[in-house]
Every structure is written in C-alpha cells, then in structure tokens.
C-alpha cells in the first residue's frame, strides 16, 4: 500500500503546484472551492463541504494543495496534502496528519494517511434553488497503530463515507453572502482515524451530522463556524464532538488563509483541548 | 471552600455552550436577516437609487461593457454586436430589475441567448466582470450583492441554450 501511496502523492503534489504556474486559475467564482479540511477534502476546517478543490469549471481542471498546523493545550497537529477535481464532478486527494502526543507518550506521535474521493451529484453553490449535493468517500490508514491498539481500538484503516450539502445565498443576512453547509457522515473513527477505527464501546459504523455556516463580510473575508459531531468508541478516554470559529481570507484564486480558535474537547483524557487552526492553501 | 481545579472544572464546560450558542445564533440571525429585508415601504431606498439612479446605473454599465471588452474569455462573443444598442438594453434592464421604473424592451434572457452555447466559464467571466465594474464604482457590499442575487438566476435561461 505504501509505495501506491507515495506514487499518488508525488502525482498530486506535482499536478496541485506545477498547474498554477502553467495556466491561468479556473472559472469558477472566488471562495467557491472552500478551504482545504484537515483530512484533505475541500470544505471547512473539520467539516468537508459539498464543493470540489480549487477553481475549475465543468470543462477544467481543479487543483489544491495546503498545510495546517493545530495547536491545543497539550498537543499539536500538523496536517498537509494535495487534491484535483476533474471537471467540477470528481475530487480526488490525499492528506497526511502527524499528532503530536508527547505528554502521554513522551517520543510518540500518531500519523494517518487520508485518500479521498468526492462526487458531485447535483446542483451547484450559487446557481440553482436546490443546494450543491456531493457524495464523498475518505479511506483512512494508521501509521502508528501499535498506540491505538493498545487502547481497545479494533481497526487500522476505516472508510467515512459522507453526504455533503452545500449553498450560498448571494444576498443573505444584512446583504451580505451567506453560506451553510450540512454534511451527514458514517464512520467508525476515533479522533478522526488518529486513535484508530471502532473500540471496545463501539464497532459499527455510527451516522453523524456535522455543520458549518459561514457569512461574507466582503468577497475576500468570510467569518463563520463549524461543528462536528463524533464517535465515542473507546472506553479509555472519552471522545467530545468538535467546535470551531474561522476567519477566511481568499485574497485571489491563488491563495487562501484560515485562521480559526478550535474545540476539540477531550483527547486520551485532557479535558477541553482548545487552540489556534492555521491553514495555508493554493489553488488553481 | 472551592479550590481552584473545581473551579477551574466548573468554568469548562461553556465552550461548548457558547459554541452551541453561536450556532444557534446564525440561524437566529439568518431568520431576522430574511425579516429585516422585507421593505418597510416608503423609507428604504430602491436598489436603482442605491447604485446612483440613473448616472450611477450608466456610468456602471459602461465600466461593466469595458471590463466584458478586456476579458479574453468572453469579449469574442461580442465581436459583432452592436455595443450601442447592447449598453441601452443593459441599462433598461438594470434600470427596470432595480426598481427605476424603466421598461425593458429588449428579448427575454433565454431568447437573447439561444443557440449562443454560453459555457459556465463564461457566465462566470460576466459575473466578474460585473463585480470588477462594481468595485471599480466604489459601490457598497450590500448593493453589489443586491444586483448580484438579481441577475443570478439568470443563469439557467443564458448558461448552455
């Protein structure tokens, strides 16, 4: 599995970052590709969103890579990867996560690759009455599975497959564009993937709604917020839905900024983690 | 007698609270926002006023004209129109659309663009045009998405007939 995962990685970490320099970016509207999440799809920070990456229409191509760096009270979370969309209709990409848990295992740390894929059923964003409709799959492998097994996790990969609705009204509240998304996702992950899949509370695939909101004070900054709802299938500690509130900054479809003031609540038994969300991404 | 870990213990469960309560205030707000639009008939000003009456409504669609001309994408559908009579119509419309009393006397949206097999590219290289002429006029965030969510769907009688 491994080298496929690295040949796929070099192909999109190449396509992602040669194409904006080759040609100009896509024709969809500013914003319209989201951010990148912390799992590699495009959408919020935690919350993936019913849009493609990047910028391109139904005859380009899209394309996105991005770093993100969490940082809660007792831990950090270091994140990157890369995605093309091929003609506003399949995403594909590839996320890698490194946690930081050295206050509970003191020279560990727990990794996850995320390989996903996304299909746009209907609609689109702005344009039609009904909201943009996207099936998404993400298939999750531990790297670091001795830790999580250890605590009562049963699996070293799952597969999250989730339903993401998407639309944004032009003239929303105080005339400003406003942006909801709703996501419904099946998944077995703890923290994610990070502590592996199912548990000795758990082992079945549970239904969970996950949600973000968003207003545009200009085209460029948008303010918002997200959350996501999660399993709890280990009985060593327990596992908190998540919260965040962001600001975006889309300067131009080249470039974007999140910043964001995360709760992720408890993680392997610290309480109320909370901390700054840093995300950079480019586009094409 | 607290200590301070009860105390501390007490304080951290609001997070969430607050969250929960940010969230639900979106909706809140998305609610009232959709009330507060409902004119309160004579004192707000019609969207035409808001962009300048009729300068303002000139002056934007000829900025709008120059910004289609300079775009690569879209300025080759526009080769063999007759830009006089494309700025009057645009205008009436606009005028019309914003509440100004005008009549338009051009085609309909779909009439207008039968046969022409507009992509979705170049629908949205309009619609930045429109917001570059927009921005170029200095006009407010509200107004611009106020004529934005009246020519947005527009979209299905233009995109791909």
Same mark, same amino acid.
């Given at each position: 599995?491994?080298?496929?995962?690295?040949?796929?990685?070099?192909?999109?970490?190449?396509?992602?970052?040669?194409?904006?320099?080759?040609?100009?970016?896509?024709?969809?509207?500013?914003?319209?590709?989201?951010?990148?999440?912390?799992?590699?799809?495009?959408?919020?920070?935690?919350?993936?969103?019913?849009?493609?990456?990047?910028?391109?229409?139904?005859?380009?191509?899209?394309?996105?890579?991005?770093?993100?760096?969490?940082?809660?009270?007792?831990?950090?979370?270091?994140?990157?990867?890369?995605?093309?969309?091929?003609?506003?209709?399949?995403?594909?990409?590839?996320?890698?996560?490194?946690?930081?848990?050295?206050?509970?295992?003191?020279?560990?740390?727990?990794?996850?690759?995320?390989?996903?894929?996304?299909?746009?059923?209907?609609?689109?964003?702005?344009?039609?009455?009904?909201?943009?409709?996207?099936?998404?799959?993400?298939?999750?492998?531990?790297?670091?599975?001795?830790?999580?097994?250890?605590?009562?996790?049963?699996?070293?990969?799952?597969?999250?497959?989730?339903?993401?609705?998407?639309?944004?009204?032009?003239?929303?509240?105080?005339?400003?564009?406003?942006?909801?998304?709703?996501?419904?996702?099946?998944?077995?992950?703890?923290?994610?993937?990070?502590?592996?899949?199912?548990?000795?509370?758990?082992?079945?695939?549970?239904?969970?709604?996950?949600?973000?909101?968003?207003?545009?004070?200009?085209?460029?900054?948008?303010?918002?917020?997200?959350?996501?709802?999660?399993?709890?299938?280990?009985?060593?500690?327990?596992?908190?839905?998540?919260?965040?509130?962001?600001?975006?900054?889309?300067?131009?479809?080249?470039?974007?900024?999140?910043?964001?003031?995360?709760?992720?609540?408890?993680?392997?038994?610290?309480?109320?983690?909370?901390?700054?969300?840093?995300?950079?991404?480019?586009?094409? | 007698?607290?200590?301070?870990?009860?105390?501390?213990?007490?304080?951290?469960?609001?997070?969430?609270?607050?969250?929960?309560?940010?969230?639900?205030?979106?909706?809140?707000?998305?609610?009232?926002?959709?009330?507060?639009?409902?004119?309160?008939?004579?004192?707000?000003?019609?969207?035409?006023?808001?962009?300048?009456?009729? @300068? *303002?409504?000139?002056?934007?669609?000829?900025? !709008?004209?120059?910004?289609?001309? #300079?775009?690569? =994408?879209?300025?080759?559908?526009?080769?063999?129109?007759?830009?006089?009579?494309?700025?009057?119509?645009?205008?009436?419309?606009?005028?019309?659309?914003?509440?100004?009393?005008?009549?338009?006397?051009?085609?309909?949206?779909?009439?207008?663009? @039968? *046969?022409?097999?507009?992509?979705?590219?170049? !629908?949205?290289?309009?619609?930045? #045009?429109?917001? =570059?002429?927009?921005?170029?006029?200095?006009?407010?965030?509200?107004?611009?998405?106020?004529?934005?969510?009246?020519?947005?769907?527009?979209?299905?009688?233009?995109?791909?007939?």
């Amino acid at each position: 599995m491994t080298p496929i995962i690295r040949t796929l990685w070099l192909c999109l970490i190449l396509s992602a970052v040669v194409a904006p320099i080759q040609a100009a970016p896509g024709g969809r509207l500013i914003a319209t590709g989201g951010a990148m999440t912390v799992e590699g799809a495009a959408g919020g920070g935690i919350v993936p969103w019913a849009m493609l990456a990047g910028y391109g229409e139904d005859q380009e191509f899209g394309a996105a890579a991005w770093m993100t760096q969490v940082q809660p009270d007792d831990f950090s979370l270091q994140a990157y990867g890369a995605a093309v969309s091929l003609h506003n209709r399949v995403e594909l990409s590839i996320g890698k996560q490194r946690f930081d848990i050295e206050k509970v295992v003191p020279g560990e740390e727990l990794a996850q690759t995320i390989i996903g894929a996304k299909l746009r059923l209907n609609g689109d964003l702005i344009f039609s009455r009904l909201p943009q409709l996207t099936l998404g799959l993400q298939y999750k492998k531990n790297d670091t599975f001795a830790i999580p097994s250890s605590v009562g996790a049963r699996d070293d990969n799952g597969l999250d497959v989730y339903l993401a609705a998407s639309k944004l009204w032009l003239d929303g509240p105080f005339h400003r564009s406003f942006f909801l998304n709703t996501t419904l996702r099946a998944t077995k992950a703890n923290q994610g993937g990070l502590l592996g899949f199912g548990g000795d509370k758990g082992n079945r695939l549970e239904l969970m709604g996950e949600l973000s909101a968003g207003l545009f004070l200009t085209r460029q900054w948008v303010l918002g917020m997200e959350y996501r709802q999660k399993p709890d299938n280990l009985g060593f500690a327990r596992e908190d839905d998540w919260y965040d509130v962001f600001v975006g900054w889309f300067p131009n479809k080249r470039v974007s900024v999140v910043a964001a003031w995360s709760e992720l609540g408890s993680i392997t038994g610290f309480d109320d983690q909370t901390g700054v969300y840093l995300s950079l991404q480019v586009s094409q | 007698m607290r200590t301070d870990s009860q105390a501390e213990y007490a304080f951290m469960p609001l997070y969430p609270r607050c969250l929960k309560a940010l969230i639900m205030g979106v909706f809140i707000v998305w609610h009232l926002g959709a009330c507060s639009v409902t004119p309160t008939a004579s004192s707000e000003r019609t969207l035409y006023e808001e962009l300048g009456g009729e @300068a *303002g409504v000139e002056q934007l669609t000829h900025d !709008f004209i120059r910004q289609i001309a #300079a775009d690569e =994408r879209i300025k080759g559908r526009y080769r063999n129109s007759d830009i006089g009579r494309f700025h009057r119509m645009m205008v009436e419309q606009m005028c019309m659309e914003t509440g100004g009393g005008c009549t338009y006397t051009g085609d309909d949206m779909r009439q207008t663009h @039968a *046969g022409m097999k507009i992509t979705r590219v170049e !629908f949205n290289a309009i619609v930045e #045009a429109l917001m =570059r002429a927009m921005d170029n006029n200095g006009i407010d965030q509200g107004v611009q998405n106020r004529l934005l969510a009246i020519y947005a769907p527009m979209h299905q009688d233009i995109v791909l007939r």
